[in-house]
């Protein structure tokens, strides 16, 4: 079995692309469905535990895919005698995060078609999916892996422009069909 870096479950999106479930996204996807309703933010909260404490200790596997885990959170609530909250919950999903130094790595130093196919795949992966927010992370060390040195130097500044155009005009491509999609290299 593989070890978690937090106890929660990743939630799939779309076919290839994951998010991280955390407290504070499942607590504000509650407390929000509760607003202008007559369950208080305290009783929220505490339904946000129970569903996080279940996800840890009780749910088998290290993905879920994001309809089981709405399907699961509004049949807890409808449990609970809830369903005006479980109507009103907001099925937007928590950032994806893709790591642009571990498609550098499985692509391998000088292989820029593939990485550049790799990310393609997850930014086409994570909107279909359904996704609103895209992060990119780990420019810098992705450029470097790709170009195998490890100091910066005029060809890594030339790849790091190709790889922000790229995603740049992936962001305008997807946004004819999906003008809500956030698509950011975060650092």
Request: hydrophobic share 45%; with cysteine.
């Given at each position: 079995m593989i070890a978690l870096p937090h106890a929660l479950p990743y939630i799939?999106?779309?076919?290839?692309?994951?998010?991280?479930?955390?407290?504070?996204?499942?607590?504000?996807?509650?407390?929000?469905?509760?607003s202008g309703t007559d369950v208080p933010?305290?009783?929220?909260?505490?339904?946000?535990?129970?569903?996080?404490?279940?996800l840890m200790k009780h749910y088998k596997g290290t993905v879920i895919d994001?309809?089981?885990?709405?399907?699961?959170?509004?049949?807890?609530?409808?449990?609970?005698?809830?369903?005006?909250?479980?109507?009103?919950?907001?099925?937007?999903?928590?950032?994806?995060?893709?790591?642009?130094?571990?498609?550098?790595?499985?692509?391998?130093?000088?292989?820029?078609?593939?990485?550049?196919?790799?990310l393609e795949e997850q930014l086409k992966s994570a909107a279909t999916g359904g996704?609103?927010?895209?992060?990119?992370?780990g420019l810098r060390n992705s450029v470097r892996r790709l170009t195998s040195t490890k100091k910066w130097s005029g060809r890594c500044e030339v790849l790091k422009t190709e790889i922000t155009d790229f995603v740049e005009q992936m962001r305008e491509r997807v946004a004819?069909?999906?003008?809500?999609?956030?698509?950011v290299i975060a650092s």
């Open positions: 799939r999106i779309g076919s290839s692309s994951l998010a991280l479930c955390e407290s504070d996204w499942l607590t504000e996807t509650f407390t929000n469905a509760a933010d305290w009783m929220a909260r505490d339904i946000s535990r129970g569903v996080e404490s279940f994001s309809e089981d885990l709405f399907a699961r959170i509004e049949k807890t609530l409808t449990s609970l005698g809830l369903n005006h909250v479980a109507a009103k919950i907001n099925k937007t999903l928590p950032p994806v995060r893709i790591s642009l130094n571990e498609l550098a790595r499985r692509a391998g130093a000088g292989y820029e078609l593939a990485f550049f196919h790799l996704a609103t927010t895209v992060e990119c992370h004819a069909v999906r003008p809500d999609l956030t698509l």
